[in-house]
């Protein structure tokens, strides 16, 4: 009997964390675009793509409400800027729960409370500390008012990691480990709830493209492999490492067995002449065997766990045109803003690749070798780039001496050509050091010289 009792207890334990949590595959519902669908037809979208859960990053009570009484399960967001005023008072999380969730619950699933996002990423440093407390004080809340199917995390991004490689080497940033990232693993481990983490491949990949594999961040390399020379695992794509090297970092720190949940993950199906793979060929192939991999069943987890669940969310429903940063930002969507898909796509892994059309051959998988020009996007608000006029040439060396009255490229009166000038003069300093061509949404990048 003492022998069997141990067992029988470990077999229950499997079977209700197996029930608890499966690899159904969901989907980010960003809202960073002036021309997207409504809240409703939006969920019915959702449904067609048979994404089983969404992630919203606010409680936006339209999208609660056109939620209700669907299977699809729900994961709403703290807004960053509530953090200070939740990990300061209970009242204040208290009645925050209370309007954003307990009026929607049980209608709509509401199943994961997100609080902030990618705040450890963030320069704002002094909100940092206040997030663990943050997380308490959500958690009590909702112990308060008997939500106790609704677990509480935040999302990460990669480089919460100061070295991710390779993968057994994976270490938190000294700046969060001890005072963040401690007390945060633990809150995670005691309320059994998930390290969210947002997984980006492509990144990488695009910085370092000479070294890495296309194919092996795509999860498409035949041949392929890594091992880590610190474990002896093998990996068959970039994904893995990502992961595992996060796996890592907390075991460093004494969690070896939180369980990972992909908060984000995709591939650009665009990006701007400057950047490179960011196609419609690759996003579909990424997201197609991303989608793969998290609903096979039995499930496959990673190297470094082998047969783990890994719930995911996809990022994103649309292509979104109002994201801030270079042209992949804006590019994510597995649907255009008008609701047609960009590329075929099935969250339930269930389509064979066979019943797919072919995909349009992808054209920008090398660098463009030609020389690219910073101009004014076309209908951009000029008192705005006037603005940015002034502060690209108080930038840098030299960078608006050209455009100065009396001189070689002086065009009277045609604030669309000097700013592109001095945009294209800016750029072409800071890129190297990581500058980009956008001037809050202002600048493209563009293959057409602008003194043309
Ligand atoms: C949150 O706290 C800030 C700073 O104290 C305050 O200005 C703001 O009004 C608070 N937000 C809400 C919704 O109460
Ligand atoms: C708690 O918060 C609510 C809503 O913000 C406010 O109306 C109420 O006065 C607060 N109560 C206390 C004791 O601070
Ligand atoms: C936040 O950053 C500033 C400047 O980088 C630094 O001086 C300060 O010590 C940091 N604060 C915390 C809490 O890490
Ligand atoms: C392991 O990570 C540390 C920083 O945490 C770094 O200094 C070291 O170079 C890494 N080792 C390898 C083999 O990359
Ligand atoms: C994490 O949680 C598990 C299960 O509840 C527990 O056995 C373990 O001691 C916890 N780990 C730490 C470091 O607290
Ligand atoms: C992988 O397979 C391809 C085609 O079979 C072959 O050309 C290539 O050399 C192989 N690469 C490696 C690293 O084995
Ligand atoms: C939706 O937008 C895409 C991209 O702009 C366009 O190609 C497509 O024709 C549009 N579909 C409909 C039904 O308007
Ligand atoms: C244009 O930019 C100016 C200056 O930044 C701003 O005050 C104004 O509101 C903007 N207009 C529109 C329509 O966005
Ligand atoms: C400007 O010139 C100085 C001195 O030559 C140099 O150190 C600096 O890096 C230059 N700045 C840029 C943006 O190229």
Same mark, same amino acid.
């Given at each position: 009997m003492g022998h069997v009792f141990p067992i029988f207890i470990l077999s229950i334990l499997l079977s209700t964390a197996g029930a608890e949590i499966s690899g159904k595959v969901g989907v980010n519902y960003g809202q960073l675009g002036n021309n997207l669908r409504s809240p409703s037809?939006?969920?019915?979208?959702?449904?067609?793509?048979?994404? =089983?859960?969404?992630?919203?990053? !606010?409680?936006? *009570?339209?999208?609660?409400? $056109?939620?209700?009484?669907?299977? #699809?399960?729900?994961?709403?967001?703290?807004?960053?800027?509530?953090?200070?005023?939740?990990?300061?008072?209970?009242?204040?999380?208290?009645?925050?729960?209370?309007?954003?969730?307990?009026?929607f619950y049980k209608e709509t699933k509401i199943r994961y409370l997100l609080v902030g996002n990618e705040i450890l990423s963030s320069s704002d440093n002094a909100t940092r500390i206040n997030l663990v407390p943050a997380m308490r004080r959500m958690k009590w809340s909702l112990k308060t008012h008997e939500l106790h199917k609704i677990k509480v995390g935040t999302p990460s991004a990669m480089d919460v990691l100061e070295s991710s490689f390779p993968p057994s080497n994976g270490t938190f940033r000294s700046d969060i480990s001890g005072p963040i990232m401690k007390p945060m693993l633990r809150f995670l481990n005691r309320? =059994?709830?998930?390290?969210?983490? !947002?997984?980006? *491949?492509?990144?990488?990949? $695009?910085?370092?493209?000479?070294? #890495?594999?296309?194919d092996y961040a795509l999860f498409a390399a035949k041949n392929r492999t890594y091992s880590d020379p610190g474990t002896g695992l093998t990996y068959t794509n970039l994904f893995d490492q990502m992961v595992d090297a996060v796996i890592f970092a907390m075991k460093r720190l004494g969690y070896p067995n939180i369980r990972i949940w992909i908060a984000e993950t995709g591939w650009p199906n665009g990006c701007d002449i400057d950047q490179i793979g960011g196609n419609i060929y690759n996003a579909a192939t990424y997201n197609r065997n991303a989608i793969k991999k998290f609903t096979s069943d039995p499930a496959v987890g990673t190297p470094a766990r082998p047969g783990w669940v890994l719930p995911s969310f996809i990022f994103?429903?649309?292509?979104?045109?109002?994201?801030?940063?270079?042209?992949?930002?804006?590019?994510?969507g597995l649907l255009y803003p008008n609701g047609s898909n960009v590329y075929q796509i099935d969250l339930s892994g269930k389509t064979p690749e066979s019943e797919y059309e072919p995909l349009p051959a992808p054209t920008n998988n090398e660098p463009y070798k030609g020389k690219i020009w910073c101009v004014v996007k076309k209908n951009a608000n000029m008192s705005a780039v006037s603005g940015a006029l002034s502060y690209a040439c108080s930038q840098g060396n030299k960078t608006c001496d050209a455009i100065q009255p009396g001189k070689a490229c002086y065009k009277a009166k045609s604030l669309f050509r000097l700013a592109s000038y001095a945009f294209s003069s800016y750029w072409a300093q800071f890129k190297k050091s990581g500058g980009s061509c956008d001037f809050n949404g202002l600048a493209t990048p563009t293959p057409k010289d602008p003194s043309k």
């Open positions: 037809r939006s969920v019915e979208l959702i449904k067609s793509l048979k994404a =089983k859960r969404v992630k919203i990053y !606010d409680a936006n *009570p339209k999208i609660l409400n $056109a939620l209700k009484n669907t299977d #699809i399960q729900v994961s709403i967001m703290l807004p960053n800027e509530l953090i200070v005023n939740v990990s300061s008072s209970q009242n204040f999380s208290d009645s925050w729960v209370k309007t954003n969730v307990v009026p309320t =059994k709830s998930f390290f969210f983490l !947002d997984v980006y *491949p492509y990144f990488p990949w $695009a910085q370092d493209p000479k070294n #890495i594999d296309l994103s429903l649309y292509n979104e045109n109002q994201k801030p940063g270079p042209g992949t930002e804006r590019h994510f």
